[in-house]
Each structure stands twice: as structure tokens, then as C-alpha cells.
T-cell receptor, first 112, second 116 residues
Framework: DTGVSQDPRHKITKRGQNVTFRCDPISEHNRLYWYRQTLGQGPEFLTYFQNEAQLEKSRLLSDRFSAERPKGSFSTLEIQRTEQGDSAMYLC??????????FGPGTRLTVL | AQSVSQHNHHVILSEAASLELGCNYSYGGTVNLFWYVQYPGQHLQLLLKYFSGDPLVKGIKGFEAEFIKSKFSFNLRKPSVQWSDTAEYFCARPLYSGGGADGLTFGKGTHLIIQP
């Protein structure tokens, strides 16, 4: 499968714990995006990378959230001191320049 | 920041009925528009996109959308729906005015159910 992959697909954690998600984009894509989606809403943009540079960050991205793309390939999204309001589906997408964004299956986070 | 709004959150149709889902976009910036679909248990995937040129855009699976600048609209249409079109449909545009396909802002989605 050469699409966008995300790991894990599901994560259950207790409030206050840290979690990290991984996204592997389509191999030749230089742009990588993170979104968050809650029930009954469309995806909300969090941040994006062009190669290893993080170029945009949404105001939704509090200082408990950090994302990296160290070698311009896979990316990680870490949430520190999780809160119940962080429960959501976290989506990753990638694109070649300003072309179509291809989405991964998402990581569903449940914070108890 | 730009935005899009979708009018219908739940639509139920019978097979072979015609479909039109509404999407309005906010004024300003470069207007690049997208419709994405999410079939049950699957990833979001692109149905069609408008960047410039012909305002009537053809997409996959028989879908089309018309960009009407005077109405700030980009409605999705299909002349005859099938049971397999049951899905969540999202309209989207770039969040910031730079255009292209940078971070996108999505509508709340329309849950379409096609009854056999």
C-alpha cells in the first residue's frame, strides 16, 4: 500500500499522560499536514510541513502540541498532558507541492 | 482566515434521485475549492477541485460541481445517485489567502444516505 499511513489507529490514554502519533506520507510528497476531527465536524487544520520545515501552525495548536518532521519524511505529533477535550480523530495528509492532499486513515484518540 | 459552510447536514435520498449539496465560501483571497468524500470506514478522498478556468468541474464517480462567483457557491451535484454514494461529503478551501492547497478549512460535512 503506497498511501498515507498512520500509527497507531487507536489510542486510549488517561488524562495527563503524553501520547505520540506517527504519520508516514506518500514517499515523494514534500508536504505533510496534520488535522483534527471531532464528531459532527469537518477536519480542522493544525499544522503543516514542507520537507522538514514547519511552515504553518493553527491557533488551535496549543503549546501542549508539538509536531516534528526531522528528515522530511515521516512526522510525529505529540500531545503532552492530555485533556479530555483532546479526544478526537487525528488525520495526516500529504501532497506534492500545492496539489491534492491525500489523507491517511487517522488515529482515534480517547482520553479518559 | 477563510471559511466554507455547508447547508445540509443530513440528506436522505432514494436511488436514482438527483443530488445537490450546497457549499458557500467566504469572500476574499484566492478561491480554490474542493469536495472530499469519506465512505464508511475509509479515508477522506478527493472528489473534485476547482482552481480556475471552466466553472463546471467534473470529478470522479459521476460527480460535478459548479463554481458560481456571484453567489459564492460551489454546489456538488450528481444526476442519479446510487446506494454506494452513501457517505460523508465535505467542502473545503485553503484556510489562508495564499491559495493552492495549503492547510485546508472544511465545512461541517453532509451525511448522505441513499436508500435502495
Amino acid at each position: 500500500d503506497t498511501g498515507v499511513s498512520q500509527d497507531p489507529r487507536h489510542k486510549i490514554t488517561k488524562r495527563g499522560q503524553n501520547v505520540t502519533f506517527r504519520c508516514d506520507p506518500i514517499s515523494e510528497h514534500n508536504r505533510l499536514y496534520w488535522y483534527r476531527q471531532t464528531l459532527g465536524q469537518g477536519p480542522e487544520f493544525l499544522t503543516y510541513f514542507q520537507n522538514e520545515a514547519q511552515l504553518e501552525k493553527s491557533r488551535l495548536l496549543s503549546d501542549r502540541f508539538s509536531a516534528e518532521r526531522p528528515k522530511g519524511s515521516f512526522s510525529t505529533l505529540e500531545i503532552q498532558r492530555t485533556e479530555q477535550g483532546d479526544s478526537a480523530m487525528y488525520l495526516c495528509a500529504s501532497s506534492l507541492g500545492r496539489q491534492e492532499q491525500f489523507f491517511g486513515p487517522g488515529t482515534r484518540l480517547t482520553v479518559l | 482566515a477563510q471559511s466554507v459552510s455547508q447547508h445540509n447536514h443530513h440528506v436522505i435520498l432514494s436511488e436514482a434521485a438527483s443530488l445537490e449539496l450546497g457549499c458557500n465560501y467566504s469572500y476574499g483571497g484566492t478561491v480554490n475549492l474542493f469536495w472530499y468524500v469519506q465512505y464508511p470506514g475509509q479515508h477522506l478522498q478527493l472528489l473534485l477541485k476547482y482552481f480556475s478556468g471552466d466553472p463546471l468541474v467534473k470529478g470522479i464517480k459521476g460527480f460535478e460541481a459548479e463554481f458560481i462567483k456571484s453567489k459564492f457557491s460551489f454546489n456538488l451535484r450528481k444526476p442519479s445517485v446510487q446506494w454506494s454514494d452513501t457517505a460523508e461529503y465535505f467542502c473545503a478551501r485553503p484556510l489562508y489567502s495564499g491559495g493552492g492547497a495549503d492547510g485546508l478549512t472544511f465545512g461541517k460535512g453532509t451525511h448522505l444516505i441513499i436508500q435502495p
